[in-house]
């Protein structure tokens, strides 16, 4: 007998529910009786937990040791507490600047106008030099572009020594960027938002903000996964901004991912994404990240997040040293809102890159017929020259899909065995991105067809 709301899911499907709310639960007790606690005791059961790690776990992530200097650039790197920190360790000193949306949130934007050690011009002012934009992920901020153990894996570094005026972005809502002139981050209202108003409003007055900084025509665009599908979206909506992007670079690129690799937590947000919002709340997701990681000792954490990848993605990231994590893991995280994630589920449960949803749960159907269909992105009708960069074991990428819903101009460059977080920090992006990035960079600007070594249109 179908029993009314309890038939929707699985008996599976419930359990992970259940599970999930247990978690929620269960960490809620844990931050109140933490922050009851004195800091004294805090710290005693700190040293407990790393002591038992270090009696118990096999792990690659060890303590740094006076003549290991790349662990010791690790744990620097780490410790860092934000952009400016993070660019000093390598000479660096960013700009930093204020883009105002049209419907009101503050985003920040780092700005590294020059090479190490060459004069700087005062800041806020024309270099000349040819603009690149770089922008972050799903649940991240600019830092994870520069929180490399290398500098010569870095890629707004190597871009900024090649000449180039680097800007990176930041998505209303993290770190950078809890600041709106409607609303505070305590008001549901500010954290309304997804990949609509990020394509919207973030992408577009961001790059019109820098064009009018740098006073060039166009610049080049470096998104890596949910930052190519903001610009792929924005691309597709604003025909204007195609004549100011004159190329666009893809790292490990997100249009409409077939979903999870953990088959019960995918079915279970497929069958009615808006559980998330009964899961996380309508305002920021996972915004406990923080005081986890501050709690678990350093190399605990990086198990957490392996484990955590390898569940729902089956990325073993095994082309990143473990250095390399304990550095970056720890700039991973940054806040978003529920609604932004309730959207990327929406796209993966009808494999259409579709703007978001918010009759979901009222579809009408007639004679087996859905009535209704929400608006796609027409990302066939992008004019800005495309460079797909993704590696060929990532689950969340199906390029012949990809290529299918973009123009025909596009052209994809796959790196065999590369994951997607591989594309940003794997141990030989210096020779397996860099190279192309830099070579379309260069065609973009001099408006030159782009037709990359290795590359497939």
């Not at 007790?29 to 805090?42: C, G, H, K, M, Q």
């Not at 394509?199 to 900084?213: A, K, Q």
């Not at 195609?242 to 790292?251: E, L, P, S, T, Y």
């Amino acid at each position: 007998m179908h029993i009314p709301f309890l038939g929707r899911l699985l008996l599976p499907e419930y359990g992970a529910l259940v599970f999930g709310l247990l978690l929620l639960l269960f960490e809620a007790l844990a931050r109140i009786v933490t922050i009851l606690l004195p800091d004294a005791i805090v710290r005693r059961l700190y040293q407990y937990t790393r002591s038992a790690f270090h009696a118990f776990a096999r792990s690659p992530y060890g303590a740094a040791k006076p003549q290991d200097p790349l662990k010791l650039r690790a744990e620097t790197i780490r410790q860092a507490k934000d952009f400016e920190e993070l660019c000093a360790v390598y000479g660096y000193t960013p700009e930093e600047h204020l883009v105002q949306t049209k419907d009101g949130y503050l985003l920040v934007v780092h700005r590294l106008p020059s090479r190490k050690g060459q004069a700087r011009a005062r800041p806020g002012t024309p270099t000349g030099k040819p603009v690149v934009y770089l922008h972050h992920g799903l649940l991240m901020c600019s830092e994870i572009w520069v929180c490399l153990t290398d500098e010569e894996r870095c890629i707004p570094f190597v871009l900024a020594e090649q000449g180039y005026d680097v800007w990176l972005g930041n998505n209303r809502g993290n770190k950078y960027s809890r600041k709106c002139v409607n609303h505070t981050p305590a008001d549901t209202a500010f954290w309304r938002f997804s990949m609509d108003e990020f394509c919207m409003h973030d992408i577009p007055d961001t790059i019109n903000y820098i064009l009018e900084i740098t006073q060039q025509p166009s610049l080049g665009y470096v998104g890596f996964s949910q930052g190519t599908a903001q610009a792929f979206a924005a691309l597709s909506v604003h025909p204007q901004l195609n004549q100011k992007v004159n190329v666009f670079i893809a790292i490990a690129p997100a249009m409409s991912p077939p979903g999870l690799h953990n088959r019960v937590v995918d079915a279970l947000m497929k069958a009615s994404p808006s559980l998330m919002f009964l899961i996380f709340g309508r305002r920021s997701i996972l915004s406990s990240t923080t005081f986890w990681q501050s709690m678990l000792y350093p190399p605990l954490f990086c198990m957490v997040i392996d484990n955590g990848l390898k569940f729902l993605f089956d990325w073993r990231c095994l082309n990143i040293a473990p250095a390399q994590k304990m550095a970056a893991y720890a700039h991973l995280y940054s806040f978003t809102s529920t609604k932004s994630v309730v959207h990327w589920f929406q796209i993966m449960r009808r494999s259409v890159f579709q703007l978001y949803d918010d009759d979901v749960s009222a579809a009408v159907r007639i004679y087996g017929q859905s009535f209704y269909h929400p608006a796609k992105f027409p990302t066939q009708n992008i004019a800005t020259p495309i460079v797909l960069l993704y590696g060929m074991s990532d689950s969340l990428v199906d390029i012949n899909v990809m290529k299918k819903a973009l123009p025909d101009h596009t052209v994809a460059v796959g790196v065999p065995g590369y994951e997607h977080v591989d594309m940003i920090w794997g141990k030989d992006i210096d020779r397996l991105i860099i190279p192309h990035v830099l070579e379309a960079l260069e065609g973009g600007r001099k408006g030159q067809k782009v037709a990359l070594t290795n590359g497939t249109s």
